[in-house]
């Protein structure tokens, strides 16, 4: 594993292992021991995109493990005024041990990585979000014991958190269901993919997409850069909430994951969010451990 672009890079075992050491550093955490695995390097976090969790959880992690990162946004760096992504590859990997870059287009994260020569994460794409998956099976793991035979139902819109759940939960045997409305349907390459590897329903009956289901997620219905859409995006995406009627329809001990920022009378009831805040915070501080092993993965001298 040279770096963490999407989730499809990386085999089953790959994200075991990550999730194993996930939970490690998380205990050396919780328990005050010293776990300094990255001491002496620095880690570059290009944010084109806002972001409370993926910044703070980076910097914090990589102070954490004895490193130091540097928090540069587009709008100061000349990347911003047109510099290319394949000449600031090659600057920064003059000067950094690693590189996370949160942004719209994939193609930029692989650019980056392709032209560079230090590990690149992605901090989240409109195509992808692995980071945060890493931290929802870290999560679901703890609260439902194992991955395998799990059943998640993700509710919405059919973008970069349900393209990456799609492709991590079926990588750890899981079973997933989308309920989304047919014109905001996930990637279909991965959808595709899917169908071929394990087991995958897309239906617009956020009621079967429920059914039995293990985790129920949900996200915004307008995501970091489609704000134009927003007025057209709440008419199309109206019923698609997870609220206590759709609760019904999943297991009665269903957790409840939302990667966050929520909007609460949108996607999600406050009502729920308030009774899974347990999962959903957990969820949150999962951030923090699942890329430190990422980090540790990529850029710890072995
Ligand atoms: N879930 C997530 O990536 O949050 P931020 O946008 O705050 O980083
Ligand atoms: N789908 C959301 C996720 C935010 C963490 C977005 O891309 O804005």
């Known amino acids: 594993m040279k770096h963490l672009l999407k989730l499809s890079d990386l085999t089953s075992d790959e994200i075991l292992d990550l999730l194993g050491l996930a939970d490690q550093l998380k205990f050396e955490n919780k328990n005050g021991i010293p776990h300094h695995y990255l001491e002496g390097k620095t880690l570059g976090m290009i944010f084109q995109k806002s ?43 003059r000067y950094l041990d690693g590189i996370m870059i949160r942004t719209y287009q994939q193609s930029e994260v692989e650019t980056l990585a392709k032209y560079g020569s230090i590990p690149v994460i992605n901090g989240l794409t409109d195509y992808a979000h692995p980071c945060q998956v890493l931290a929802d099976l870290q999560t679901i793991r703890e609260y439902k014991g194992a991955l395998s035979g799990k059943k998640l139902a993700f ?45 995958l329903l897309i239906t617009e009956d956020i009621y079967e997409a429920a059914e039995g289901a293990d985790a129920v997620y949900t996200d915004v219905w307008s995501s970091m850069g489609m704000e134009a859409e927003t007025e057209k995006r709440k008419k199309d995406f109206a019923g698609y909430c997870v609220d206590s009627k759709l609760m019904d329809h999943a297991k009665s001990d269903a957790m409840v994951l939302h990667c966050l920022p929520a909007h609460r009378g949108e996607e999600i009831t406050a009502e729920v969010l308030e009774a899974h805040a347990g999962e959903i915070f957990d969820e949150a501080e999962n951030r923090l451990h699942a890329q430190k092993a990422v980090m540790v993965k990529l850029m710890a001298n072995k």
């Open 155 to 199: 509710i919405g819109d059919g973008n970069n958190m349900a393209n990456s759940l799609i492709v991590g939960c079926i990588k750890m045997g899981m079973r997933v269901a989308i309920g989304c409305p047919k014109d905001y349907m996930p990637d279909s390459g991965i959808v595709e993919w899917a169908h071929s590897t394990g087991e």
């Open 51 to 93: 972001s409370t969790r993926t910044r703070v959880s980076f910097e914090t992690g990589m102070y954490q493990l004895g490193g130091h990162a540097l928090f540069l946004s587009s709008r100061d760096l000349q990347i911003g005024r047109g510099e290319p992504v394949e000449d600031t590859a090659r600057v920064l990997s």
